[in-house]
């Protein structure tokens, strides 16, 4: 992995931790599908309007590729969106940035299944290390006082790290078919629509109070916490195996729990400060088994290095 890939990913991790931050700040303005839906629309138009500026290639024509974006668009855009907006309402930023990423865990076996990637003892102890980290830190706040809201949370913060599951493994299967900003921008857009379908049902879309807090918050959630990071990670995902990136997702509870600390007053028990070293530590033992690991015949097709 380059030092510029290094780079993007973490970046995108970084990005991906402030949202929870940044939608806790928005959602007394807003109902929370609206503020999905807006945040999805305008993430998309940027895109493209970008992709059009940039002189990038269109739209994809091949239906592979379409049958992929939406998949991508459903899952990390409308289920993703769907739990993270309602989790927001149950659990605290940082807490819920850390459940969040229970994901790598169900990528890599996806990835194994589906793209055929190579998972070897080490990269699996690493994941299992890094996933104990996360538990531990969750399972911290489940059985106190207000627990059973913290479980209603929980759920939706699963919901979306399923979405987000699904939609990596297609994107991983078509990062060579179809340009990064392209890609990203449908992708937003195809999941704004059932946001927006169920808001017109479900709320009252205009009743969005458009404070400047309100449009500060949405504005970076969608240039930066949408359009920005899924184009850094459509790009990382090009040039590196979906198993390898996606441990470093273990570090967005690490920047969540601290940027829930600086802003939210949230605190870092002995027991979550131990679940940092864990994840920290169940990166570096997945980047090391990814290095051992074998190219795959697929791997030497799609020329992916491990």
């Given at each position: ?15 991906w931790a402030a949202?929870?931050?940044l939608i806790?700040?928005?959602?007394p ?5 609206t ?5 999805a629309?305008?993430?998309?138009t940027?895109l493209?309007?970008?992709?059009r500026?940039l002189?990038?290639?269109?739209p994809p024509?091949a239906f592979r590729?379409?049958a ?6 459903l899952g ?12 927001a309402?149950f659990?605290?930023p940082?807490l ?8 790598p865990?169900?990528a890599?076996?996806?990835a194994?299944l589906w ?13 299992v290390v890094?996933?104990a ?7 911290s706040k489940l059985?106190?006082v207000?627990?059973?809201s913290?479980a209603?949370g929980f759920g939706?913060i699963l ?8 939609s990596n ?5 078509i990062?060579n ?12 857009l195809?999941?704004?629509?059932p ?5 017109f049902?479900?709320?009252d879309?205009?009743?969005?109070d458009?404070?400047?807090t309100?449009?500060?918050?949405l504005l970076?959630l969608?240039l930066f916490?949408?359009g920005?990071?899924?184009?850094l990670w ?9 198993t ?9 509870p690490?920047?969540g729990l601290f940027?829930?600390y600086?802003?939210?007053g949230e ?5 979550q400060?131990?679940?940092?070293f864990?994840?920290?530590?169940g ?6 088994g990814?290095?051992t690991s074998?190219?795959t015949?697929r791997?030497?097709?799609e020329g992916t290095?491990?």
């Amino acid at each position: 992995m380059t030092p510029a890939v290094t780079t993007k990913i973490i970046l995108a991790m970084l990005l991906w931790a402030a949202c929870f931050p940044l939608i806790t700040v928005g959602l007394p303005f807003s109902p929370h599908l609206t503020f999905a839906a807006l945040r999805a629309f305008i993430a998309g138009t940027a895109l493209l309007i970008l992709a059009r500026a940039l002189r990038r290639p269109g739209p994809p024509r091949a239906f592979r590729v379409w049958a992929a974006l939406i998949v991508v668009g459903l899952g990390a855009t409308s289920l993703g969106f769907l739990g993270m907006f309602h989790a927001a309402e149950f659990i605290t930023p940082g807490l819920a940035t850390v459940i969040a990423n229970t994901q790598p865990l169900m990528a890599a076996l996806l990835a194994a299944l589906w793209l055929g990637e190579r998972v070897s003892g080490i990269a699996v102890i690493g994941l299992v290390v890094g996933f104990a980290g996360i538990l531990l830190i969750a399972t911290s706040k489940l059985f106190v006082v207000g627990g059973e809201s913290y479980a209603i949370g929980f759920g939706f913060i699963l919901l979306a790290a399923l979405g987000v599951t699904l939609s990596n493994v297609a994107i991983k299967t078509i990062v060579n078919d179809v340009d990064a900003f392209m890609a990203m921008g449908l992708q937003l857009l195809i999941g704004s629509l059932p946001l927006a379908a169920a808001a017109f049902l479900y709320e009252d879309p205009f009743s969005v109070d458009w404070t400047i807090t309100f449009v500060a918050s949405l504005l970076v959630l969608a240039l930066f916490g949408s359009g920005l990071v899924y184009w850094l990670w459509f790009s990382a995902l090009a040039s590196v195996d979906l198993t390898r990136a996606n441990a470093f997702s273990f570090l967005v509870p690490v920047f969540g729990l601290f940027l829930g600390y600086l802003f939210f007053g949230e605190r870092l028990s002995e027991v979550q400060l131990f679940g940092i070293f864990l994840i920290v530590l169940g990166i570096v033992v997945v980047n090391r088994g990814a290095r051992t690991s074998e190219r795959t015949p697929r791997d030497e097709i799609e020329g992916t290095v491990l």
